[in-house]
């Protein structure tokens, strides 16, 4: 069975909040091979968000 709409699939999500998205945006990129297509930060390069393209999310608050 096929689904043309990826609304209608089952989804899991997961999100993580971190103290030091840098460092653990690296580790990441060479432990799992995660790419991020997304990353955003303020005027300062403090990053809040990261979307990773395997849809791997990442929010900071």
Do not use: H, Y
Not at 22 to 30: G, M, N, P, S, T
Not at 40 to 55: K, P, T
């Amino acid at each position: 069975m096929t689904v043309d709409d990826p609304l209608k699939r089952s989804t899991l999500g997961s999100v993580l909040f971190c103290k030091g998205p840098r460092a653990a945006l690296i580790w990441l990129e060479k432990a799992f091979g995660f790419e991020p297509s997304m990353v955003v930060s303020d005027a300062d390069g403090r990053i809040f968000f990261i979307w990773f393209a395997n849809q791997f999310v990442w929010t900071l608050s």
